[in-house]
């Protein structure tokens, strides 16, 4: 099973790592209405009347991903019923 050697590796991982940003640039947004479009077929990302609402959105989403108090959730070996 690789879900062993999985969370070992987290386990291995220290904290300031996990302190820190995602490594990745964020992709292009995109915003759904998924009442209307639950396909996802249409992004009201750069549609005007959808800006408060994306303005929000990216508000939560920085403060979420914000560097600060750490919370692991990495799970011990023990943890979990294999």
């Known amino acids: 099973m690789i879900w062993p ?4 590796i987290w386990q291995q991982v220290g904290d300031d790592a996990l302190r820190q940003g995602y ?7 995109e915003l ?3 009442l209307t479009d639950p396909l996802e077929q249409c ?3 750069d549609d ?6 994306l303005t929000e959105l990216q508000g939560e989403l920085d403060r979420w991903a914000a560097p600060g108090e ?8 023990e ?3 294999w």
Request: charged share 25%.
């Open 5 to 8: 050697q999985v969370i070992r």
């Open 23 to 29: 490594p990745v640039p964020r992709l292009p947004t």
């Open 32 to 34: 759904y209405d998924l």
């Open 43 to 45: 992004s009201l990302a």
């Open 48 to 53: 005007p009347a959808y800006e408060n609402e």
């Open 70 to 77: 750490l919370v692991d959730v990495r799970p011990s070996p």
């Open 79 to 81: 943890s979990i019923d």
